[in-house]
């Protein structure tokens, strides 16, 4: 990118160096123009007008805007890759979650109203609890595994 933008500058502001143009008329009539005159004939020198420069002023307010162009596509390009790593992320949370919920559900479900594990305690829990958290499960799944 940097060496296109270098590229369209010179182009731009590029002033090749003024050659002599020479024309003449041959005995047949027809005109020619060269850089080199013929050595037997006599020829003149024409003088070619270049397009003006441009305006110093104008020149450094082009490249300065090229140059915040460039500074904004490189933030929007690291803007981006940020939040597809957020979404990864979270992408990669949810998953694990989504385990997690469904684990929960298939374990209250198979259990019944025996012993359930929460954190390093056993506790029966009353079918009206075990209602509770199933429907928390559920509720969980609905959240976490929409995309799987």
């Given amino acids: 990118m940097k060496q296109r ?16 143009t020479y024309r003449w008329v041959s005995e047949d009539g027809v ?8 050595p037997d004939v ?15 002023e104008v020149s450094k307010e ?8 460039l500074a904004d596509s490189e933030e929007d390009r ?18 694990k979650n989504c385990g997690a919920a469904r684990k929960n559900l298939q374990q209250l479900t198979a259990l019944g109203n025996r012993l359930y594990k929460t954190g390093d305690e056993y ?3 009353t079918e009206e609890n075990r209602q509770k958290r199933m429907q ?6 609905k ?5 799987y």
């Fill in 5 to 20: 933008l270098l590229f369209a500058l010179l182009v731009l502001f590029f002033n090749p160096a003024s050659a002599e």
């Fill in 31 to 38: 005109v020619t123009y060269s850089q080199t005159p013929p």
């Fill in 42 to 56: 006599k020829a003149e020198t024409v003088k070619i007008k270049s397009a003006p420069s441009s305006d110093a």
């Fill in 62 to 69: 082009r490249l300065q805007n090229l140059r915040q162009r």
């Fill in 78 to 95: 690291a803007l981006k890759k940020s939040e597809e790593k957020e979404q990864a992320e979270e992408q990669a949370t949810n998953k």
């Fill in 123 to 125: 506790v029966r829990l």
């Fill in 136 to 141: 928390q499960a559920r509720d969980q799944i």
């Fill in 143 to 147: 959240e976490y595994c929409k995309s």
